[in-house]
């Protein structure tokens, strides 16, 4: 079993540009999440989904968009991307939207030049 | 004020060693408690829940203290597979499973 899995690993972005963070679940989890982590700021959530076709916005929604077409994928888009974007984003799921044990993805490190 | 912090060390101890770390949260609706562990460059992975009772996973010990608003991990017996970053995480009454992360306290096991 994949579990999560997060594409691309890395990533290299002119600022303005758009770009589409994807990641996908197998375990068949209701609900999933994005986070973004940056030193000295611990992981902050971006955007939830409770169940496919609902979608939360976390802490730091601002600039970011995210769809939930299926259980599956959770894609995460940048519109128009900034330097202060430059993070390490981690997709997460859990079997519902209340407190169980997360998975998290193995991350996609994205830098904004 | 942060919701959940931490020392963020590093704790250097040598292997065997007993090691605590303490969390403090500011919100007292705060429901749920976890430790994850992080390795260097790596995904969270959950170490433990933390219970009002407290409770104990072989060398680890979770404790919760709800008057002073802090969570402990106690670790006993230091491998130096242990090296890593905890991660105290809380989760807000009524907030679903939006989880708060403290920033992480790095420990490193040393011959």
């Known amino acids: 079993t994949a579990g999560i899995t997060q594409a691309p690993t890395s990533q290299i972005l002119a600022a303005g540009r758009s770009m589409t963070l994807r990641c996908t679940q197998d375990?068949?989890?209701?609900?999933m999440y994005w986070y973004r982590q940056d030193l000295g700021l611990g992981l902050r959530l971006i955007h939830y989904?409770?169940?496919?076709?609902?979608?939360g916005k976390g802490e730091v929604p601002d600039g970011y968009s995210v769809s939930r077409a299926n259980t599956d994928d959770f894609p995460l888009t940048l519109a128009s991307a900034v330097p202060s974007q430059t993070s390490v984003y981690f997709c997460?799921?859990?079997?519902?939207?209340?407190?169980?044990?997360?998975?998290f993805g193995p991350g996609t490190r994205l830098t904004v030049l | 004020r942060k919701e959940v912090e931490q020392d963020p060390g590093p704790f250097n101890v040598p292997e065997g060693a007993t090691v605590a770390f303490n969390c403090t949260y500011s919100?007292?609706?705060?429901?749920?408690f976890f430790w994850y562990r992080q390795d260097c460059r790596k995904e969270p992975k959950l170490l433990m829940s933390?219970?009002?009772s407290g409770n104990e996973d072989g060398r680890f010990t979770a404790q919760l203290n709800r008057a002073s608003q802090y969570i402990s991990l106690l670790i006993r017996d230091s491998k130096l597979s242990d090296s890593a970053t905890y991660l105290c995480?809380?989760?807000?009454?009524?907030?679903?499973?939006?989880?708060?992360f403290g920033t992480g306290t790095q420990l490193k096991v040393e011959l």
């Open positions: 933390v219970y009002s």
């Open positions: 995480v809380v989760i807000l009454t009524g907030g679903g499973n939006k989880l708060t």
């Open positions: 919100n007292s609706a705060s429901q749920s």
């Open positions: 375990m068949r989890h209701n609900a």
């Open positions: 989904s409770n169940t496919a076709g609902t979608t």
């Open positions: 997460a799921s859990s079997d519902s939207g209340g407190p169980d044990t997360q998975y």
